[in-house]
């Protein structure tokens, strides 16, 4: 049976400003004081799982443990079709210790190179964690397909690179409030939402 989360502070696993960002806001209508690892001084743990899912769990548990806080940690990424998956769990990585995603965003363009699928799809992980050891996770995806040169100046990441199924905006073009609706963190969070939120 899941656990329902209570309200009050709520640790956001990540030193993400961008990701932290939205979270916050998919976080605004419930009744959680949410409050990043960054602001409380967390350090960053080390990301060697396997999977986006084991990594989500990792970094729960480690902010929960330090903080004594319930913790919601996110794991995600773009898996490329052509690649085999990747970056996949080594989105964050292919940018780099500067963290620059127009380099990322290159580097994908050439390792696709001529292939002419360019199918893709974002994956979020999220991982609700609280200090007792209990802990929840869930699942989301977006499909789409990659375009070159990237558009937009919204979102973070490989957003202005992703065009979502369906739709003629990518994610960095398009309005942050409807990113949020078809998002697969937005997936994720729906059901995070349903399982351990009060949405009465």
């Not at 409380?40 to 330090?66: M, Q, S």
């Not at 990424?77 to 690649?83: E, I, K, P, T, Y």
Request: hydrophobic share 40%; glycine share 10%.
């Amino acid at each position: 049976m899941t656990r329902r989360f209570e309200g009050g502070r709520l640790v956001v696993a990540s030193h993400n400003p961008g990701k932290v960002r939205e979270i916050d806001d998919l976080l605004r209508p419930f009744d959680a004081t949410p409050v990043s690892a960054g602001e409380l001084g967390l350090p960053e743990p080390v990301e060697d799982g396997l999977t986006f899912e084991a990594n989500a769990i990792l970094k729960a548990e480690a902010a929960t443990t330090r903080s004594g806080l319930p913790a919601l940690s996110d794991d995600s990424g773009l898996a490329v079709a052509a690649l085999s998956g990747a970056p996949g769990i080594y989105s964050a990585r292919w940018a780099g210790p500067a963290k620059d995603f127009q380099h990322a965003m290159q580097r994908v363009q050439d390792e696709v190179g001529t292939i002419p699928d360019r199918s893709a799809s974002f994956v979020c992980a999220l991982a609700l964690a609280w200090p007792d050891g209990h802990i929840e996770t869930f699942k989301g995806t977006v499909d789409g397909d990659l375009i070159w040169p990237p558009r937009g100046t919204h979102g973070f990441g490989y957003d202005p690179m992703f065009l979502p199924c369906g739709f003629s905006e990518t994610f960095g073009e398009m309005d942050q409030t409807h990113k949020h609706e078809i998002s697969h963190r937005a997936a994720a969070f729906r059901q995070l939402v349903a399982a351990c939120f009060d949405t009465g």
